[in-house]
């Protein structure tokens, strides 16, 4: 008669569950980054003039979509 025995290594609970936390922390610590990058991108487009947007070929509403895009690609 054969006999099989498996020993695969299984992670106990505590081990699942400081991986999701660690997990969740990671995801909290880049959704910080890229709001600190959107936010400080923001700020120094507002600030500029209206025709300094223009020479970059920006209008003022589309401050948001190229903030948000900013911190997209740095974080990514």
């Not at 969740?24 to 025709?51: C, D, M, Y």
């Amino acid at each position: 008669m054969a006999y099989y025995n498996d020993v695969a290594r299984r992670t106990n609970l505590v081990e699942r569950t400081l991986g999701t936390v660690a997990r969740v922390f990671e995801a909290a610590a880049e959704r910080r980054a890229k709001q600190r990058i959107f936010r400080s991108t923001f700020t120094e487009l507002n600030a500029l003039s209206n025709r300094e947007l223009a020479d970059l070929g920006l209008h003022r509403s589309e401050l948001k979509r190229v903030a948000w895009e900013s911190a997209n690609d740095v974080a990514a």
